[in-house]
T-cell receptor, first 111, second 117 residues
C-alpha cells in the first residue's frame, strides 16, 4: 500500500468546516483512499473511502484530486465530538485486507 | 448496528504472567484482525484470520503470543509470559466480504487496554 503523509495536528472552531489533508503521491491505480478516526480510548471508526470520484456520506465528504496524489476529508460542521485522531490510508485490492496506519492527524475542535 | 465485542476492557498484570483477550466479531464476518496500538502510535496488525485459518501472522511475536479462532467465529489472543513492552491497547476488528479495495471497511471493537507492571 502507498505511504500517506498527514499533518500531525490541526485545530478547528466548533461549527466550522474541518478540512484534513492527506498526501499519497505514490498511490497506484487500484488503491482506494480510506479514512478512519479514533476518538480517545476507543477503537478506530470507518468514515469514508473513495477511488477517484468525490464521495459524501452522512459523516463527511472526501475530495480526491484529479491526479489522485492527494485528498481532503471534510467535516462540514465540526462538533466537539469530532475531536479525534484521523487516519488516511491508501489500500489496494491486492492487499489481504490489513490496514497500515500512520501517525494520523489529531484534530482538536475548540468551542 | 452490530458491534465487535471485546473483553476485558482493561487488564493489569505483572511481568511473566499469562493474559488472554477475547473478541467476538460481527456475525457473519469471515475476516478477523488483531491489532496492537502503542500509546501515541497507530494500530499495527498482529494477526489476521480468514474463517479459522491464519492468513497473516508475520508481525506476531510467536515466542510469546498466540491466537486462535477455532470455529471461525470468536477469537482469543494470548500472551505468555507478558513483558513490560507489551503494555498497549489490543484491538480486534472484523470485515465481511471478499478481498478487494471496495470492501475493505473494517469494524473495530473498543479494545483491551493492557498494563504490564
Amino acid at each position: 500500500d502507498a505511504k500517506t503523509t498527514q499533518p500531525p495536528s490541526m485545530d478547528c472552531a466548533e461549527g466550522r468546516a474541518a478540512n484534513l489533508p492527506c498526501n499519497h503521491s505514490t498511490i497506484s491505480g487500484n488503491e482506494y483512499v480510506y479514512w478512519y478516526r479514533q476518538i480517545h480510548s476507543q477503537g478506530p471508526q470507518y468514515i469514508i473511502h473513495g477511488l477517484k470520484n468525490n464521495e459524501t456520506n452522512e459523516m463527511a465528504s472526501l475530495i480526491i484530486t484529479e491526479d489522485r496524489k492527494s485528498s481532503t476529508l471534510i467535516l462540514p460542521h465540526a462538533t466537539l465530538r469530532d475531536t479525534a485522531v484521523y487516519y488516511c490510508i491508501a489500500h489496494g485490492s491486492s492487499n489481504t485486507g490489513k490496514l497500515i496506519f500512520g501517525q494520523g492527524t489529531t484534530l482538536q475542535v475548540k468551542p | 448496528e452490530a458491534e465487535v465485542a471485546q473483553s476485558p476492557r482493561y487488564k493489569i498484570t505483572e511481568k511473566s504472567q499469562a493474559v488472554a483477550f477475547w473478541c467476538d466479531p460481527i456475525s457473519g464476518h469471515a475476516t478477523l484482525y488483531w491489532y496492537r496500538q502503542i500509546l501515541g502510535q497507530g494500530p499495527e496488525l498482529l494477526v489476521q484470520f480468514q474463517d479459522e485459518s491464519v492468513v497473516d501472522d508475520s508481525q506476531l511475536p510467536k515466542d510469546r503470543f498466540s491466537a486462535e479462532r477455532l470455529k471461525g467465529v470468536d477469537s482469543t489472543l494470548k500472551i505468555q509470559p507478558a513483558e513490560l513492552g507489551d503494555s498497549a491497547m489490543y484491538l480486534c476488528a472484523s470485515r465481511g466480504g471478499l478481498a478487494g479495495g471496495n470492501t475493505m471497511k473494517q469494524f473495530f471493537g473498543p479494545g483491551t487496554r493492557l498494563t504490564v507492571l
